[in-house]
């Protein structure tokens, strides 16, 4: 028996150290801090100065600039088919069809992206007759994924299924619709500098969406891509910055074009990442090892982690 009063010894590992993500984790919050600052005092006048209409590549990712955010929704339905399909329980049959619903939305937001449209209209018909083949095909090729890669990457493939719809989709229409801030370039077709508003102060639903920008936030959820093919801890790490240069590429095209103010292309970015890392963490991922080290405990990832399609649920490990 321990002697009373008896001081514990602290040994190295039991001292706080500051790791290089707390670091990198504050520095961009301050950056996130610094950016929302700088585009509440200057975001209009950001917005004159590299604004360009006819920019043909702005215009071009204005068309397209979605789609590989949407595809990520694709990729993560397709693996994640791989383990639910056949249901094993009725639990299964839930998390089957939930997947399966999901898929078919994304391949519906795909065929929307390829320009099913129609005299400024979107042609539901058209829309369905390609939605329907694409996610068809998807449930074709999920059954030639490698099984036991497959549930390896299971909890990254939730986190692809799941953030584009939970950012790109309900978060930014949340507050897109309430918000009721006025584009760049609806303000300049209006000719009255007045309905400008800065991006704190939500105007009310009257069907002006600038705030926040879908496109950025769909551009930024290639992040879960990344989650699922990186195999080292650099590879994570350069995927994670091409993501978001990527990301910074359709946010400015959203600005030259006056679709959008810089604070609504930075809010959406932050909104997006944050989700990932909420989602990241709720399916219990792991990211890889460093290269030239054995193998971390979990790694690879196990079969029982993260999303348990296989159940039809979300597990945690």
Same mark, same amino acid.
């Given at each position: 028996?321990?002697?009373?009063?008896?001081?514990?010894?602290?040994?190295?590992?039991?001292?706080?150290?500051?790791?290089?993500?707390?670091?990198?984790?504050?520095?961009?919050?301050?950056?996130?801090?610094?950016?929302?600052?700088?585009?509440?005092?200057?975001?209009?006048?950001?917005?004159?100065?590299?604004?360009?209409?006819?920019?043909?590549?702005?215009?071009?990712?204005?068309?397209?600039?979605?789609?590989?955010?949407?595809?990520?929704?694709?990729?993560?339905?397709?693996?994640?088919?791989?383990?639910? =399909? &056949?249901? *094993?329980? @009725? +639990?299964?049959?839930?998390? $089957?069809?939930?997947? !399966? %619903?999901? #898929?078919?939305?994304?391949?519906?937001?795909?065929?929307?992206?390829?320009?099913?449209?129609?005299?400024?209209?979107?042609?539901?018909?058209?829309?369905?007759?390609?939605?329907?083949?694409?996610?068809?095909?998807?449930?074709?090729?999920?059954?030639? =994924? &490698?099984? *036991?890669? @497959? +549930?390896?990457?299971?909890? $990254?493939?939730?986190? !692809? %299924?799941? #953030?584009?719809?939970?950012?790109?989709?309900?978060?930014?229409?949340?507050?897109?619709?309430?918000?009721?801030?006025?584009?760049?370039?609806?303000?300049?077709?209006?000719?009255?500098?007045?309905?400008?508003?800065?991006?704190?102060?939500?105007?009310?639903?009257?069907?002006?969406?600038?705030?926040?920008?879908?496109?950025?936030?769909?551009?930024?959820?290639?992040?879960?891509?990344?989650?699922?093919?990186?195999?080292?801890?650099?590879?994570?790490?350069?995927?994670?910055?091409?993501?978001?240069?990527?990301?910074?590429?359709?946010?400015?095209?959203?600005?030259?074009?006056?679709?959008?103010?810089?604070?609504?292309?930075?809010?959406?970015?932050?909104?997006?990442?944050?989700?990932?890392?909420?989602?990241?963490?709720?399916?219990?991922?792991?990211?890889?090892?460093?290269?030239?080290?054995?193998?971390?405990?979990?790694?690879?990832?196990?079969?029982?982690?993260?999303?348990?399609?296989?159940?039809?649920?979300?597990?945690?490990?």
């Amino acid at each position: 028996m321990a002697a009373v009063g008896a001081q514990r010894v602290v040994t190295p590992a039991h001292r706080r150290t500051v790791r290089p993500a707390h670091v990198a984790t504050g520095l961009g919050l301050a950056l996130v801090l610094l950016l929302a600052w700088l585009s509440a005092v200057f975001d209009e006048a950001i917005s004159q100065a590299v604004r360009n209409p006819d920019a043909g590549w702005a215009l071009v990712l204005e068309m397209y600039g979605q789609l590989p955010g949407v595809l990520v929704g694709i990729v993560g339905a397709t693996i994640l088919l791989r383990d639910a =399909v &056949p249901p *094993r329980s @009725a +639990r299964g049959w839930v998390g $089957a069809g939930t997947i !399966a %619903l999901l #898929l078919l939305l994304s391949s519906l937001q795909v065929a929307l992206e390829l320009g099913a449209h129609a005299a400024g209209e979107t042609d539901v018909r058209r829309a369905v007759a390609v939605a329907v083949p694409v996610a068809a095909g998807a449930g074709v090729v999920s059954r030639w =994924v &490698p099984h *036991r890669w @497959a +549930r390896s990457v299971r909890p $990254a493939a939730a986190v !692809a %299924l799941a #953030l584009p719809y939970l950012a790109s989709v309900v978060t930014v229409w949340a507050i897109k619709i309430p918000w009721g801030r006025w584009t760049p370039r609806d303000i300049s077709a209006a000719g009255d500098p007045a309905l400008f508003s800065p991006w704190f102060l939500p105007q009310g639903a009257n069907g002006h969406y600038s705030f926040v920008s879908g496109h950025t936030s769909f551009a930024f959820a290639v992040i879960a891509l990344v989650l699922v093919v990186a195999t080292t801890r650099r590879g994570l790490a350069v995927g994670v910055v091409l993501c978001l240069a990527w990301g910074v590429v359709i946010a400015s095209s959203r600005v030259v074009l006056g679709a959008h103010f810089p604070s609504d292309t930075l809010v959406s970015a932050v909104i997006t990442l944050v989700w990932a890392l909420l989602l990241a963490r709720a399916v219990g991922y792991r990211p890889p090892p460093r290269a030239g080290l054995p193998p971390q405990a979990g790694w690879p990832r196990p079969a029982h982690a993260g999303c348990s399609a296989g159940t039809g649920g979300m597990q945690r490990s």
